[in-house]
């Protein structure tokens, strides 16, 4: 008999491998044209311009520069929201054209995750849906939240395999009258901040030389299809998703590693809604605290609405408790806009989050009170009838 861990080792050194030929998965790419070469579905393609990057096993992914329509997350709107407006902000800094729809539904996968109430098709429905509605505005979806996304990828994989549901959905959305639809790519919105990168870099304003930083991987980004991430042999020889790593380094930051990069931010879905101390204490003794045991860094920087909230507000509670905590958690649509120049109040939001930042901001050279001040009065600005629909620019005026 093989021994187990002879196993485990095989399939790492086949995991990781950027050589497609030594793929051990079906490219996507290959079985979705194919669909719709059967006319199973219409294949959404990504428009030009495009940034080319390499997934796990080495197949190139295509990015969209622009023509982006945004899939927000009911999360962010609700806990987070300056992790949206960085991400709009940073298109409207590079000139980009990008659409946020008001026609856009929850992707209901904390339904799909959290309580299993929901069905196949009801999900695939929904799903292709929202990528019927991107087609049909003529931009190309960018997922916000990496639940939606690790969901969306899991539900592309079911249609493909699946013909019964497959027809299931198209009778579904036969009666919205729209047709099954599928983007070429399932893009998530911390793909396009890492192909935006060097753009982003070029466009920096506030010093990252000396910022120590380390990163949460978001589980559902590289966990769920996990041949869909993207890997690069600079990020770490290719042995770890090159997200967040590679923009941080493109920004000045000195990216820091520890021991529990792989562990879940503490979230987990069902555990946030049944055990609710467990994902607390778990975010704070087995990511926040052995971040700062081994790293010392001076930020957390992550990419999902759940890893944020997290693994900022767990710490609240773990203070009263005496844990090593205070450090500062942020998405990289964050900082990424703070190294642009953005206000971290009008912008940011980071008033929303648990975990004191203003020592952070300090340190990048914003001050902070003077920054709050600004953000009241343009609040006082917003509170006038005749402005209810002025934007933060605008109240800047």
């Known amino acids: ?3 187990h861990s002879a196993v485990l080792n095989k399939a790492k050194d086949r995991r990781f491998t950027q050589d497609p030929d030594l793929a051990p998965t079906e490219d996507y790419h290959d079985v979705v044209d194919q669909l719709e070469k059967e006319g199973e579905w219409e294949v959404h ?9 390499k997934t796990m096993y080495g197949r190139v992914k295509k990015i969209p520069v622009e023509k982006t329509w945004h899939h927000k997350s009911c999360g962010q709107c609700g806990h987070i929201p300056g992790y949206s407006t960085a991400v709009f902000w940073i298109n409207r800094q590079l000139g980009l054209d990008y659409h946020d729809p008001s026609d856009q539904t929850s992707c209901t996968a904390w339904n799909y995750y959290a309580s299993a109430t929901s069905n196949a098709p009801a999900q695939a429905a929904v799903a292709m849906r929202n990528f019927a509605a991107a087609q049909e505005s003529g931009y190309f979806p960018i997922i916000h939240c990496g639940t939606s996304f690790g969901h969306y990828k899991e539900t592309r994989q079911q249609l493909i395999h699946s013909p019964e549901l497959r027809r299931q959905t198209r009778d579904i959305l036969a009666k919205l009258g729209k047709k099954l639809v599928i983007p070429e790519e399932i893009v998530h919105y911390s793909e396009w901040v890492h192909a935006m990168r060097d753009r982003i870099a070029d466009r920096q304003v506030r010093d990252m030389s000396h910022v120590r930083a380390t990163i949460h991987p978001a589980c559902h ?3 769920l299809v996990g041949e869909d991430a993207i890997y690069a042999p600079e990020i770490y020889g290719a042995q770890r998703t090159a997200i967040i790593t590679g923009m941080l380094q493109a920004l000045g930051c000195d990216v820091r590693d520890y021991s529990t990069w792989y562990d879940c931010c503490g979230f987990g879905f069902r555990h946030i809604l049944v055990s609710r101390d467990f994902s607390r204490s778990f975010a704070v003794q087995r990511k926040i605290e052995v971040m700062k045991e081994e790293a010392d860094p001076h930020v957390l920087v992550t990419h999902d609405t759940g890893c944020v909230t997290t693994l900022d507000q767990s710490q609240f509670a773990a203070r009263a408790h005496g844990k090593n905590v205070g450090l500062p958690v942020m998405s990289d649509s964050q900082i990424a806009a703070l ?3 953005a206000h971290p109040y009008k912008v940011l939001q980071l008033h929303w989050h648990s975990t004191d930042s203003r020592p952070f901001l300090e340190m990048v050279g914003v001050d902070h009170q003077k920054a709050w001040g ?15 629909y002025m934007t933060w ?3 800047d005026a």
């Open 221 to 223: 980004y590289h966990k």
């Open 393 to 395: 620019e605008d109240a």
């Open 339 to 341: 190294a642009m120049g």
């Open 374 to 388: 600004e953000f009241e009065a343009a609040v006082e600005k917003l509170k006038d009838d005749e402005n209810m």
């Open 45 to 53: 393609r990504v428009p030009e311009p495009y940034v080319e990057v």
């Open 1 to 3: 008999m093989i021994p």
